[in-house]
Nanobody, 125 residues
Framework: QVQLVESGGGLVQAGGSLRLSCAAS????????MGWFRQAPGTDREFVAA???????FYADSGSGRFTASRDKAKNTVYLQMNSLKPEDTAVYYC???????????????????WGQGTQVTVSS
């Protein structure tokens, strides 16, 4: 059974940092994009960041320069380091995995087949 389990969320003051982890089990995601999305109450789930199998990274403008996505292939784990957090970063953060093919766009939700349950990130002002 394939599972993606996020951890590392919590409450932090504005300007602080958090490191989210996503542990994958049930299969090795070779040639898969690993993405991070977030969803605040009343909004659609939006792209945050993604990392390819080779380590190339993609970021939404909202997190560019503040967020860093990475993956540890040996541990089958993906990370999202978030610095200089803002209250508007408050959301549930989801990890996702999707096949990396020539036509796939890692910024799109529909590219991802597997999703975690999410971890809450709350940034206080």
């Amino acid at each position: 059974q394939v599972q993606l389990v996020e951890s590392g969320g919590g409450l932090v003051q504005a300007g602080g940092s958090l490191r989210l982890s996503c542990a994958a089990s049930g299969r090795t995601f070779s040639n898969y994009y690993m993405g991070w999305f977030r969803q605040a109450p009343g909004t659609d789930r939006e792209f945050v960041a993604a990392v390819s199998w080779s380590g190339s990274t993609f970021y939404a403008d909202s997190g560019s320069g503040r967020f860093t996505a990475s993956r540890d292939k040996a541990k089958n784990t993906v990370y999202l380091q978030m610095n200089s957090l803002k209250p508007e970063d408050t959301a549930v953060y989801y990890c996702a995995a999707g096949p990396q093919v020539w036509y796939s766009n890692p910024r799109l939700r529909r590219q991802y087949d597997y999703w975690g349950q999410g971890t809450q990130v709350t940034v206080s002002s």
